[in-house]
């Protein structure tokens, strides 16, 4: 495993999501080596990317991995094609700008509904411009695609990592309400053993 984990949340999440959370804990009770970032991530793709790869650029191509959820899958995605690093993905977002166009405006955060952000059309074209093509190197993307998930297409998220480590489930839902019992250890292991 690398000696630096960024986790990057979904939208209206933080670092007060399950997920993040859990893999926090992992790595603090197995892995306490191991520098963890989960930052606070602005509604503006283009500020978010910003401060994510200003924060990391000291870290090394070869001990650095990424993890992300949702949009933070994306996003996780974006750093892995420009940095080279291996990533996790957790029910992606795959077209963004597409799906988050229905979303413009006034939000509140899952974890503390009294923070509100607002969602503008220029963030869905920083989304479009920030979105990769194609995935290179197929073989550094590990994770979990649950084709139940209520919000984004699981069969397209299977689609656009075809060929990579991702594991495809039957059912689930967005959240990966069984991630900490039935997928985090697997997803560990495998970040692990990835070169």
Same mark, same amino acid.
Request: with cysteine.
């Given at each position: ?24 804990? +992992? ?20 500020? #978010? ?24 899958? =994306? ?25 988050? #166009? ?7 955060? +899952? ?5 509100? =952000?607002?969602?503008?059309? &220029? ?36 689609? &656009? ?17 069984? =991630? ?16």
């Amino acid at each position: 495993m690398s000696t630096h984990l960024l986790y990057l949340h979904g939208f209206r999440s933080s670092p007060q999501s399950a997920k993040a959370q859990a893999v926090q804990r +992992w790595v603090q009770t197995y892995r306490p080596d191991v520098q963890w970032l989960c930052p606070q991530l602005p509604p503006s793709p283009a500020q #978010a990317m910003d401060e994510i790869l200003e924060a990391t650029k000291a870290w090394q191509l070869d001990s650095a991995c990424v993890m992300g959820s949702s949009l933070g899958g =994306f996003y996780a995605t974006v750093v892995a094609e420009l940095r080279g690093w291996r990533a996790v993905v957790l029910n992606p977002a795959v077209n963004p700008a597409r799906d988050l #166009a229905r979303h413009i405006g006034e939000h509140s955060a +899952w974890h503390d509904p009294s923070l509100r =952000f607002t969602f503008e059309a &220029r963030h869905v074209e920083e989304l479009r411009l920030m979105t990769p093509t194609t995935l290179t190197r197929l073989e550094r993307y590990g994770g979990i695609i649950a084709l139940g998930d209520e919000v984004l297409n699981g069969s397209e998220m299977a689609e &656009r990592y075809r060929g990579s480590a991702v594991t495809v489930i039957p059912g689930g839902d967005h959240g990966l309400s069984t =991630f900490e019992k039935d997928h985090l250890a697997n997803i560990m292991g495998w970040l692990q053993r990835a070169p």
